[in-house]
């Protein structure tokens, strides 16, 4: 799909629902983020309503008359294919990546998969099932795992249900806690290092942020509660490590079939250099402290500016409704 633009006058885009909120423990997260997507369109003269399928249902979309969708929703029921598979089912354009892309990029075992099968650098990892997990099980995974881990529910964001572990006790405590939001845990060996995000917008890197946090690990308290935690942009990197970073970056989110914008996190090992990814978000916050829009800001592209190239995706993916549209303006 091209992205190239299509759109000059903000009214073309038609009757725009920002689909925010949703059922998800992102939700209000999603909230403030759909506020702002909101508010950035209004700004821009586009005729923009906010939807929230746990308020208003998901029939507000096809009854009311929309023309596309700027998704907002973020974790299961947003980035996980479900309201991708709605609104196609229902010949509404939408943006960002597509339900295939969505359902993989949402599940943190598949993606995985995905990128060691295609030579791509990621951590060392185990999976567990939801249950008691007995203390000589977790004695021998640690050991597996160099004695401390990362545990992860695989189909949550924002850091949520995830803890570090380095003894069988914590371990036992940290998966009981995880398995509150999943059936399948994740243990991934814990990296020593910084932690990067690579903002995606049309297919390309935007300059790398450097995050820092004194939390233990960059947590949902350090991501929207925290006054502490630092965000470098530019990372000071060199320019060949921004390069490289970028390359891998693009290389990451196309093989998942990602589209028009996200955001690719990576760990680097400070003992061995290596760039590890971690996962794609496909809708990425949108808050005052979110990472796209810093990124984007220091390419010169404001948040109204950000919004509407996201918008832009929408009429990629389906210029068909697009002419339709056109058509039943008389033009």
């Known amino acids: 799909m091209s992205l190239n633009k299509a ?28 506020n702002a997507v909101h508010k950035a369109l209004i700004d821009a003269g586009v005729d ?30 947003g980035e996980d294919g479900v309201i991708q598979g709605f609104l196609e089912l229902n010949n509404i354009s939408y943006t960002g990546s597509g339900v295939m892309a969505s359902a ?20 060392k990892h185990r999976m567990v099932r939801t249950g ?22 695989i189909r949550e964001g924002s850091s949520v249900g995830m803890a570090r572990a ?5 371990l036992q405590q940290a998966v009981a806690e995880a398995s509150k939001f999943d ?37 949902f308290k350090a991501k929207y509660n925290s006054k502490t935690t630092e965000y470098h942009c530019p990372s000071g990197l060199s320019a060949n490590e921004e390069a490289e970073l970028a390359v891998i970056s693009e290389k990451a989110f ?33 808050t005052e402290s979110s990472l796209v829009p810093k990124a984007a800001k220091v390419k010169g592209i404001s948040f109204k500016e950000l919004v509407l190239k996201v918008l832009d995706t929408s009429v990629a993916r389906d210029s068909a409704l697009f002419s339709e549209f056109k058509s039943e303006k008389g033009e």
Request: with cysteine; proline share 5%; glycine share 8%.
């Open 48 to 77: 923009a309503h906010k939807v929230d399928p746990k308020e208003d249902g998901l029939n507000a979309i096809t009854e009311q008359g929309f023309h596309r969708v700027w998704n907002a929703l973020h974790g299961r029921g």
């Open 104 to 123: 993989i990029t949402m599940d943190k075992l598949r993606t995985k998969l995905l990128w060691s099968a295609q030579n791509l650098p990621v951590a």
């Open 254 to 286: 196309r093989s998942l079939d990602c589209f028009g914008w996200g955001r690719v996190d990576f760990m680097r090992d400070t003992t061995t250099s290596e760039w590890l990814l971690l996962e794609v978000n496909t809708v990425p916050g949108m």
């Open 166 to 170: 380095d003894s069988p006790e914590l």
């Open 183 to 219: 059936d399948e845990i994740m243990l991934e060996q814990w990296i020593k290092g910084e932690e990067y995000t690579v903002a995606i917008l049309n297919g390309k890197a935007l300059p790398s942020i450097r995050v820092m946090t004194p939390h233990t690990f960059y947590d």
């Open 132 to 153: 008691e997990l007995a203390l000589d099980e977790a004695q021998d995974l640690l050991s597996e795992l160099n004695g401390c881990v990362m545990v992860k529910p």
């Open 7 to 34: 759109i000059t006058d903000p009214k073309d885009y038609g009757k725009v629902a920002v689909v925010y909120g949703g059922f998800s423990a992102e939700r209000e997260i999603s909230l403030i983020s759909g």
